[in-house]
């Protein structure tokens, strides 16, 4: 059940991936890691045109490292994107991008007026019987209720 939550999580295809000279990624739904053959300045100038304007609302990017090892990294607080977090990493000659994918569950209803598996019984002790002797009984029972 859960492999076909995240397969359906992943092809609802919220998070954009970068064509490859005009042609879609080949990506299966469990797939998690991209390893794109370009270069990591096209990957990032794709990502800066996709999310500009009311696109960006709920979008953090973040361009870190030196060049040569750069990363960027995308987060979403946007409530109906698939994806939480994604890092492209630049490589020698290819560009990797690591998804972190949302997983969604359904609502479960759960009904019943079962007993518990396990029920701890705990006795009083003789000493708080000779206690409630000495306060009183019946001063006790009144101030329980």
């Known amino acids: 059940m859960l492999s076909t939550l995240l397969a359906l999580t992943l092809t609802a295809g919220s998070f954009p991936l970068p064509s490859i000279d005009g042609k879609p990624l080949a990506a299966t739904a469990e797939q998690k890691s ?5 270069r990591f300045e096209k990957v990032r100038g794709f990502y800066d045109a996709q999310f500009i304007g009311d696109d960006a609302k709920g979008i953090t990017a973040k361009v870190s490292g030196t060049t040569g090892k750069r990363v960027l ?23 990797v991008i690591d998804v972190t994918p949302v ?22 002790s003789g000493d708080v019987d000779r206690a409630v002797d000495a306060i009183g009984r019946k001063h006790v029972e009144q101030i329980r209720q």
């Open 73 to 95: 990294t995308l987060i979403s607080s946007r409530a109906g994107d698939t994806w939480k977090k994604a890092i492209v990493r630049e490589g020698e000659v290819e560009t």
């Open 103 to 124: 997983l969604r569950m359904a609502e479960e209803q759960i009904e019943g007026n079962g007993r518990p598996l396990v029920q701890f019984i705990i006795g009083r």
């Open 34 to 38: 991209f390893r794109l053959p370009m």
